[in-house]
């Protein structure tokens, strides 16, 4: 999947207090993972998962390779309007 970095980041800002922790939590990773997927720049302490990140445009472009993390905001986003 390719997503523009900021359209990223504007998911990651919609998401309520504390997702970042529920999010690795529920899936069994160092929150710091969490965090550098949305481009954060922690990767002494999490790892990069599945994320290539090019200069451009709107912040440029992500491309994820593995969009579980996206997912699992998704669902949160998607309970949070009801």
């Known amino acids: 999947m390719i ?6 980041r504007r998911i990651k800002d919609k998401l309520p ?5 529920r999010i690795a939590e529920e899936l069994n990773m160092d929150v710091n993972t ?3 997927y949305f481009g954060s ?3 002494d302490i999490g790892v990069p998962i ?3 990140y090019e ?8 491309t994820l390779n593995d969009t579980i993390i ?7 986003l998607n309970e949070n309007r009801h």
């Open 3 to 8: 997503i523009t970095f900021n359209e990223l």
């Open 17 to 21: 207090s504390g997702s970042s922790k």
């Open 34 to 36: 969490v965090r550098n």
């Open 41 to 43: 720049q922690h990767f």
């Open 50 to 52: 599945g994320t290539h």
């Open 55 to 62: 200069k451009g445009p709107d912040g440029g472009v992500v």
């Open 70 to 76: 996206l997912d699992c905001a998704m669902k949160i």
